[in-house]
T-cell receptor, first 113, second 113 residues
Framework: GQQLNQSPQSMFIQEGEDVSMNCTSS?????WLWYKQDPGEGPVLLIALYKAGELTSNGRLTAQFGITRKDSFLNISASIPSDVGIYFCAGQPKKTSYDKVIFGPGTSLSVIP | SAVISQKPSRDICQRGTSLTIQCQVD?????MFWYRQQPGQSLTLIAT?????????ESGFVIDKFPISRPNLTFSTLTVSNMSPEDSSIYLCSAGGAYYEQYFGPGTRLTVT
């Protein structure tokens, strides 16, 4: 079935640094979503992308829907300690016959004050 | 957005027993989903809870093991039946107006001994 790959698997960065992570698939996706999960909580939707090439920001977060429709990128500028968590990409595969999304394995972000 | 609550937040159960997890949404929603998440892992969709009809299950999940109810547009339950230690996991409910705008509950942490 369809799978999503996320890289890096984990990141350790200094507070104030910028962060880049990506999500790739071997198949085309209709929609890309980025979620953040804090320990002991459910994931929270950060950004949703609906069209190839789309670039969307949410505060210090910016995400892009790749032109090939097989990837997406998330950037965080000027990281702060509360950015710590696991970032999941998710998407709807093009060939899905009904409404559902699949989730990537996640990127764990640690911010060193 | 929607606010999702789940009960219980955690439980420790004996093998062979069943546990029913409740998911309550603070507003009427079209779509509700149930996911399983092993600690430190990604989310795996169990089923889509359809109001007024049977749930749609993903490959590897069956109704006898994970019966789901959705009596109205704000509530759903997931039962984990005849539990074994392999069922120990975090079970998450999500809801929203569309598959690409899912809001998650805090999760139910289940340990089967």
């Amino acid at each position: 079935g369809q799978q999503l790959n996320q890289s890096p698997q984990s990141m350790f960065i200094q507070e104030g640094e910028d962060v880049s992570m990506n999500c790739t698939s071997s198949s085309i996706f209709n929609t890309w979503l980025w979620y953040k999960q804090d320990p002991g909580e459910g994931p929270v939707l950060l950004i949703a992308l609906y069209k190839a090439g789309e670039l969307t920001s949410n505060g210090r977060l910016t995400a892009q829907f790749g032109i090939t429709r097989k990837d997406s990128f998330l950037n965080i500028s000027a990281s702060i300690p509360s950015d710590v968590g696991i970032y999941f990409c998710a998407g709807q595969p093009k060939k899905t016959s009904y409404d559902k999304v699949i989730f990537g394995p996640g990127t764990s972000l640690s911010v060193i004050p | 957005s929607a606010v999702i609550s789940q009960k219980p937040s955690r439980d420790i159960c004996q093998r062979g027993t069943s546990l029913t997890i409740q998911c309550q949404v603070d507003s009427q929603v079209t779509m509700m989903f149930w996911y399983r998440q092993q600690p430190g892992q990604s989310l795996t969709l169990i089923a889509t809870a359809n109001q007024g009809s049977e749930a749609t299950y993903e490959s590897g999940f069956v109704i006898d093991k994970f019966p789901i109810s959705r009596p109205n547009l704000t509530f759903s339950t997931l039962t984990v039946s005849n539990m074994s230690p392999e069922d120990s996991s975090i079970y998450l409910c999500s809801a929203g107006g569309a598959y690409y705008e899912q809001y998650f509950g805090p999760g139910t942490r289940l340990t089967v001994t």
